[in-house]
Each structure stands twice: as C-alpha cells, then as structure tokens.
C-alpha cells in the first residue's frame, strides 16, 4: 500500500535501494512522479491512505492489515525503539506523520526527524478535560443569553448595542474554542488516557458547533495529515485554485451533508417552541459559526498551507508555515492553531500546549516561519 509523501516506500516499489540514515531529497516533480505511480496501482486513492480507525471501529483493525502489506513508511512509529509511556499507547491507535526533506526551487523544507521526540504530551488528562468542559461551559453560558436573553427589537441604547456586539464575539470566539476542542479529539489529545471520554467530547463540541458529522470530519482530517497539499487530494487543499473564496467554498462544501442540515432544522424548531426567536438563532448561532468558519479556514488552512509557487506546488506537511506572532496574539487568533508546523510534527500536542512545542522548535532550529 502506498501513501503519499513516504518517498521510501515508493522508492523501494521501484526496486531502488535506500537508507534511512540520509535525508531523501524531492522536489515538487518528484512528489508529482509518486502520484502518478500511485495512481497507476489499482488500488483507489482512498484506500492509499492509512487512516486511524475512527470511534466506532476497531481500533486496531487497519494497523494489522497494514502490518502484513510489506515495510513501514519513515514515520514516527519506525523510529521510536522504545516509545515514552505517554506516547506508546497513542502510537497504537493514531497515526504518525511521515519524515521527509524536500528540496524545491532553492527552498529546504525538513520534518526534522530529530526533534521526533523532543516534545511529550502532557501524562494528565485533567488538564485537557478543563480546558474542554470550561469551553463548553462559557459557550452554553453565552448560548443562553444570545439565544433567549438579548432582545433584538428592544430600543437601540449604546448598552444594548454593547451587549450585542460583546455577545457576537463572545459566541464567534467560543464556537472556534469548541471546533479546535473537536479538532484535538480526532488526534487523541483531549484526554488521551481515555479514548472514550476524548471522542464523547469531540463529537458534542462539534455537533455544539453546527452538528457536523465528527466521523467524516475524522475520516478526512485525517486524509488531510497522510497526504497533505496535493491538490484535488487532499480534501483540505484546494482544486486548482488557491484563491481564498473558492478555496474556501471547496473545503466547506467537503463537510456538509443533508443529515446536518435536518438536524440544524429539528433543533432550531426545538429552541423555537421554547422562546427563542429565529432572528437570534441566525444572527448569533449561524452568523457567528460562519465567521468563525472563516477564521478556522483562514488561520488553520490557507495561512498554512498556501503554496508559494503556483497552484500546482505540492504542500507537503513540513512545508507548512507556523505564525511568529506572540503567544496572546495567537490564542486570540485561533485558539494557537496557526502554530501549524508544530502541529503536523506533533499531532498529539494539544492546542494549549503548543506554545511549548513551538518554543522546543526555535530552540532546535533557531528560527520560525510565517
């Protein structure tokens, strides 16, 4: 099976011999010649990808299949011996990024393999468990008062305009909190001690959010990590045209299905039957889960992996860029999660903490991107 920005095992297909003790250089022809010898097999490109199994499958059901198939792409799983105990049991159920070095038009771009394990996630759970009951609580609180305490049509006073404008914001804000508390489920670090726990508060934070499938979006999130910046493959990057309107109306058009918008309908029905008006559903609930949409794609899509030579260039995950703004200024951002090339190193860091994996970068490398 083969799988996208594992130039090993394409290189090993071709009877080519390597070693993992030197980095293998590509560039964008290269990733472009492995595609096409990809797409040659007979295999589709949804079965190319190795994605963890979601919540209700087997967890480790694709790990034995995948076992049996032949060598292990260059990843994080091949080169930890003896995984820390804080990783050993998310290495079992997730999957870890592929290392490569790219050479493209005078540019180097590494996954620096060496810093594999300089960054641990957190042993507790307690800590991601407060940070997503404390969202989730804010936004219920903030919920209540936009829904069925802020009155619309009441006077226009510069108080009720405050309270209006605070209460938009608050909502945007919180939405965003609930859709990266959902993001960090499907990689395991909400609670990673309790795989259950992790996906129960995933799947409520985004069905919180818009009632998005958190099933899909994990099947394609991770899609999106195994072949990431292949246009017209990767679900989160775009087809042809990187421009952010129609980038944008692609990636959105991937996670909408007819049963979310029955179940936005039916909900909207119940909050309705008892007193809340449509008018504050649409302003506060749907205008502010769209500009919070726009803010998720901006900082944690476009921004990232915009390529930088025309729409062709493939953005494989070490290409990424990470935001040089303060650490304040990035949580008010979204939520750190413009920290991008951290994220894709260590999928398992929580959006709290990557701060901390950013600093253990600059420390390595000496510099950040932008």
């Not at 609180?141 to 936009?146: D, G, M, Q, T």
């Not at 951002?333 to 090339?341: Q, T």
């Amino acid at each position: 099976m083969l799988r996208p920005h594992a130039p090993c095992r394409v290189m090993a297909a071709r009877g080519c011999s390597i070693t993992h003790s030197k980095p293998v250089l590509l560039n964008s022809r290269s990733l472009r010649a492995a595609r096409a010898f990809r797409s040659s097999t007979a295999l589709s490109a949804t079965h190319q990808v190795k994605v963890p199994a979601p919540p209700d499958l087997k967890q480790q059901q694709e790990r034995n299949n995948t076992s049996s198939s032949g060598a292990e792409p260059d990843s994080l799983s091949n080169i930890m011996a003896n995984p820390p105990a804080e990783l050993e049991g998310w290495l079992k159920q997730y999957q870890a990024p592929d290392e490569m070095s790219i050479y493209d038009d005078d540019s180097y771009y590494s996954s620096r393999k060496d810093l594999a394990l300089a960054y641990s996630p957190p042993k507790s759970d307690l800590p991601g468990l407060a940070a997503a009951l404390g969202l989730l609580t804010c936004w219920a609180l903030v919920f209540r008062h936009a829904i069925f305490e802020y009155d619309l049509a009441a006077p226009a006073s510069i108080g009720h305009v405050l309270d209006g404008l605070l209460t938009f914001a608050s909502m945007e804000f919180l939405s965003t909190g609930l859709f990266i508390t959902t993001h960090d489920s499907m990689h395991g670090a909400v609670t990673p001690n309790n795989r259950f726990l992790n996906d129960v508060l995933g799947a409520l934070c985004v069905s919180l959010y818009a009632w998005f499938d958190y099933r899909l979006m994990w099947n394609k999130h991770w899609e999106h990590h195994n072949q990431c910046g292949e246009p017209s493959v990767d679900p989160d990057f775009h087809k042809g045209n990187p421009s952010l309107l129609p980038w944008f109306t692609h990636f959105m058009k991937g996670y909408i299905s007819i049963p979310q918008f029955v179940k936005l309908q039916g909900t909207v029905i119940f909050l309705w039957a008892f007193g809340g008006p449509i008018q504050n559903m649409l302003l506060f609930w749907a205008g502010a889960g769209l500009v919070s949409a726009v803010r998720l794609f901006y900082f944690g899509t476009y921004l990232p992996h915009r390529p930088r030579n025309g729409p062709n260039e493939v953005m494989a995950w070490a290409k990424a860029r990470s935001a040089r703004a303060p650490t304040a200024l990035s949580f008010l951002r979204c939520y750190c999660f413009d920290m991008h090339w951290e994220h894709h190193r260590w999928p398992f860091a929580p959006w709290w903490d990557l701060p901390r994996a950013r600093q253990i970068r600059y420390e390595a490398m000496g510099t950040l991107d932008d």
